[in-house]
């Protein structure tokens, strides 16, 4: 496929995965039936893993390399990848009907704003005027390609490290999709 300038890049498509994680969340506030509430709140936490990823695998040593303060703010952003990790796990092992859902999903939804406006005010135009196009595209293939084989559940006791997700995410991954596939549980 030849590249223009309606390619997606890294950027584009981590943005869109904010707005679609945002908006099932969202969702979630709205519906009242418990079933679809936890798949939604599945499905929310599977793309929020899996984003989270490949952000780690393939952006986060972009802004190492890149950012003039890219260490300071990769480790910024993996703390609050840690924090997220395990509202989502906490999230994940709690009823719907229990109160403490509603409250970890608001935590959850705070955390995940603060996380999204740090990445779109600061970092993401940063990458953008440091990165030539071409580069942000090809990554942004890399970061499609890393989210179909990432962890669908919270692994928050896991490293946040590329190497660590490029050699043992893939089966992580897979066991994930399996335990997904044997409970039901919904993950798009």
């Not at 955390?111 to 440091?130: C, G, N, T, V, Y």
């Not at 989210?147 to 919270?154: D, E, F, G, I, Y």
Request: net charge negative.
């Amino acid at each position: 496929m030849a590249e223009n300038a309606n390619t997606p890049d890294v950027v584009d498509v981590l943005t869109a995965d904010h707005r679609d994680v945002t908006a099932l969340i969202g969702e979630i506030w709205t519906i009242r039936d418990p079933m679809m509430r936890r798949d939604l709140a599945d499905t929310a936490i599977s793309e929020l893993v899996r984003h989270a990823v490949a952000e780690e695998m393939y952006v986060y040593p972009a802004m190492r390399e890149h950012l003039p303060d890219g260490d300071k703010a990769v480790a910024h952003d993996t703390e609050e990848h840690q924090e997220l990790e395990e509202a989502m796990k906490d999230l994940e092992g709690l009823e719907v009907n229990d109160p403490r859902f509603d409250q970890t999903l608001r935590r959850l939804e705070t955390m995940l704003a603060d996380h999204i406006q740090d990445e779109e005010s600061e970092q993401f135009p940063e990458l953008r005027q440091r990165i030539p196009r071409d580069e942000l595209v090809t990554m942004a293939a890399k970061v499609e390609r890393a989210k179909k084989l990432a962890p669908t559940r919270p692994h928050p006791s896991a490293p946040h490290s590329e190497l660590f997700h490029k050699i043992a995410g893939p089966g992580v991954g897979l066991v994930d999709r399996l335990r997904d596939l044997i409970t039901q549980r919904a993950t798009r």
